[in-house]
């Protein structure tokens, strides 16, 4: 009888025993995650389209990187943040809907997603400027990306970036040339890796650092200006880069300009009422119009489609502005920028005449 109470005693402590055990492993406050974690479908090949719940607060770090078969993401209203490399290396991602409360969207958060041309902004947002497939901040003082799928040849970055995010323009395959700001010092990490188009490139003389694989994979890099002689570049910075590329350092970015021209750079003489100086929808100081990411396209310029002045023209002035062209035949009829720049109507509408096999028209640039 005393042994059979012993065993039956036993038994009991060895079961609350093993309920202590498991239930002091448990955490102490079950927590419900309001957010998409870091790395949650990280190279989930099954996913296509995702719509994410209404209560999504955050896109972690990487959460959908590598999705090869990802093609669209609508993020839901009361959504606050997208996190670094979160739809990165998705190449079929085409479609990505963006709430009004999205506040911060990391570096390289849409890096490497070659049919991506266009963001669509569900309402107007405020906290970031949007324009021609390239994503700023509000005030255009950071570039964040610029959409690996934009069909633009050239970009110049408008003269208001302070700063350069990594990874900003890893994979614009069709970009060929590029003209920084005179604003920010440093070219990050990876900012045009994978930009195999890419053949030149103007880097006035505020860029003291390029820094690494900055322009890994460029494979067809030409020319790269640097307006500053003593510049510190990473050992890597140029990876499998064609080893027959120039590095030129003085020049001004007139002579790039001139140098490298492209049709797609050059300007329709007329003008409207939206671009005439003072006008209030006209181009602003720092050559981008309006100051939101709204509607479900671009504001402003537009990838493939662009009209409107090089961002570094900045503010029309007939004093100091000067008219390049490399056809001879417009040279000779532009005798007075004055008077063409104080027509709204363009009554210089000159008809461009072939150079060597090729039409050029004029085009507007700042002396530098």
Same mark, same amino acid.
């Given at each position: 009888?005393?042994?059979?109470?012993?065993?039956?005693?036993?038994?009991?402590?060895?079961?609350?025993?093993?309920?202590?055990?498991?239930?002091?492993?448990?955490?102490?406050?079950?927590?419900?995650?309001?957010?998409?974690?870091?790395?949650?479908?990280?190279?989930?090949? #099954?996913?296509? $389209?995702?719509?994410?719940?209404?209560?999504? !607060?955050?896109?972690? !770090?990487?959460?959908?990187?590598?999705?090869?078969?990802?093609? $669209?993401?609508?993020?839901?209203?009361?959504?606050?943040?997208?996190?670094?490399?979160?739809?990165?290396?998705?190449?079929?991602? #085409?479609?990505?809907?963006?709430?009004?409360?999205?506040?911060?969207?990391?570096?390289?958060?849409? #890096? /490497?997603?070659? #049919?991506?041309?266009?963001?669509?902004?569900?309402?107007?947002?405020?906290?970031?400027?949007?324009? /021609?497939?390239?994503?700023?901040?509000?005030?255009?003082?950071?570039?964040?990306?610029?959409?690996?799928?934009?069909?633009?040849?050239?970009?110049?970055?408008?003269?208001?970036? !302070? !700063?350069?995010?990594?990874?900003?323009?890893?994979?614009?395959?069709?970009?060929?040339?590029?003209?920084?700001?005179?604003?920010?010092?440093?070219?990050?990490?990876?900012?045009?890796?994978?930009?195999?188009?890419?053949?030149?490139?103007?880097?006035? $003389?505020?860029?003291k650092t390029v820094q690494e694989y900055a322009f890994r994979d460029c494979k067809n890099l030409e020319y790269l200006y640097f307006g500053y002689k003593n510049v510190v570049i990473d050992p890597t910075a140029f990876v499998n880069c064609d080893s027959e590329f120039s590095t030129v350092s003085g020049q001004s970015a007139d002579v790039f300009n001139e140098k490298f021209v492209y049709e797609s750079e050059l300007e329709d003489t007329a003008m409207t009422s939206d671009n005439v100086p003072g006008s209030s929808s006209g181009v602003s100081g720092n050559g981008l119009s309006g100051n939101s990411a709204s509607g479900n396209s671009a504001s402003g310029n537009s990838a493939g489609n662009d009209t409107s002045l090089p961002s570094s023209v900045g503010t029309w002035d007939p004093a100091t502005t000067t008219y390049v062209t490399r056809n001879p035949y417009i040279k000779q009829r532009v005798d007075s920028l004055t008077n063409r720049l104080t027509d709204p109507f363009g009554s210089l509408n000159l008809q461009a005449q072939p150079v060597n096999g090729r039409v050029y028209t004029p085009i507007i640039t700042l002396p530098r």
């Open positions: 009888m005393i042994k059979r109470v012993f065993g039956s005693v036993s038994k009991f402590v060895s079961v609350v025993i093993l309920l202590t055990a498991v239930f002091s492993a448990l955490p102490s406050e079950i927590v419900f995650a309001d957010g998409i974690t870091q790395e949650e479908f990280m190279n989930d090949d #099954a996913l296509i $389209s995702v719509v994410l719940p209404y209560d999504t !607060k955050y896109v972690g !770090k990487r959460a959908y990187y590598g999705c090869k078969n990802l093609e $669209s993401v609508t993020i839901p209203y009361g959504c606050t943040k997208i996190g670094e490399s979160a739809f990165a290396m998705c190449p079929k991602l #085409a479609y990505v809907s963006i709430p009004p409360t999205v506040k911060t969207i990391e570096p390289g958060a849409f #890096a /490497g997603d070659t #049919a991506l041309e266009n963001l669509t902004f569900d309402g107007s947002n405020d906290n970031f400027f949007y324009s /021609g497939g390239v994503l700023y901040d509000r005030e255009t003082k950071e570039l964040i990306s610029y959409l690996p799928g934009n069909e633009r040849k050239v970009y110049h970055m408008p003269n208001s970036v !302070k !700063k350069i995010d990594k990874y900003a323009f890893w994979g614009a395959e069709n970009l060929e040339k590029v003209v920084v700001s005179d604003q920010p010092t440093t070219i990050t990490p990876y900012d045009f890796a994978y930009c195999t188009g890419l053949k030149y490139i103007y880097m006035p $003389s505020f860029i």
